[in-house]
């Protein structure tokens, strides 16, 4: 059964903004909400949802957003936690952009589960929380330690999540993907990143992506792999450690040497 009352964080563009338009194309009433107020809008404007503007990594914001959604809508049955950031960088990275990074990409998730799950746990019928990590969460991403490290965290969260409230109702699900058309893999192109350049070109488009969760969602599996072979990468990393990181280094090499 297709959720009714939907809200998605990171709405005003890339996978955000396909995953409102899918589930409200699919007849669900929609919380759009992005740090870009007007992003906001427009995607509200477009599928008849409600826009509230707000910064995914304030726990104030994320409260406020849940309080309207459920007076708006009368509940939620789905909310997708979608907004991330992607910075490029090292062990030099500064204080102030891990802080960030791990802001938008971990704790936004965390001060979602405060707020939505006193009122969800125990309701007697199931209610999704979609988690939307990356497939830098199962294996990793060259070129930043930042985003690598938070999206391996917001993956333990989700599974801690979904390993913890099960029987209580919470259906948690990590959606990981790998290259995606969206401002974010251009930007890394831009930058001159190989990695963002290797992603490119299986990239797929964000509408692809949000089909993929619209059909995930019936059969409740934990990962939503929108790459197929994210799969067997992932079980070669926990089988063969040593030859899985052998080939990411001999990867970054190449990178060096161009």
């Known amino acids: 059964m297709s959720p009714k009352r939907v809200v998605v964080t990171g709405a005003g563009g890339g996978i955000g903004a396909a995953l409102a338009r899918r589930f409200a194309a699919d007849g669900a009433e929609v ?11 427009v995607v509200a404007g477009e599928i ?6 707000g910064d995914a990594a304030r726990e104030e914001d994320v409260r406020h957003l849940i309080d309207t959604a459920w007076s708006e809508l009368g509940g ?4 997708c936690s979608n907004a991330g950031v992607l910075s490029a960088g090292d062990e030099t990275t500064p204080d102030a ?7 938008v990409n971990v704790m936004s998730h965390v001060y979602v589960s405060r707020a939505l799950l006193p009122r969800w746990l125990d309701s007697g ?14 294996l990793t991403l060259l070129g930043s330690a930042t985003y690598s490290v938070t999206k391996h965290a917001a993956l333990a969260y989700a599974e801690w999540l979904r390993a913890t409230y099960a029987h209580r109702g ?13 401002d974010m893999l251009t930007r890394g192109n831009d930058r001159g990143s ?11 488009a964000p509408e692809a992506v949000a089909d993929l969760v619209a059909g995930s969602l019936e059969d409740g599996g934990f990962l939503i792999l929108p790459h197929p072979e994210v799969e067997g990468y992932y079980r070669l990393r926990a089988s063969d450690p040593d030859r899985w990181l052998g080939g990411m280094n001999k990867l970054q090499r190449g990178f060096e040497s161009k």
Do not use: H, Y
């Not at 939620?76 to 909310?79: A, S, T």
């Open 31 to 41: 919380v759009v909400n992005d740090l870009n107020a007007e992003a906001a809008r």
């Open 48 to 53: 008849g949802g409600i826009a509230v503007p």
């Open 76 to 79: 939620i049955d789905l909310f």
């Open 97 to 103: 952009q891990w802080q960030r990074d791990f802001g």
């Open 125 to 138: 019928e199931p209610k999704r929380l979609l988690i939307t990590v990356s497939a830098a969460g199962l």
């Open 170 to 182: 919470l259906i948690v699900q990590a959606l990981c993907p790998q290259g995606v058309r969206t």
């Open 194 to 204: 190989g990695a963002a350049s290797l992603l490119a070109e299986g990239a797929l």
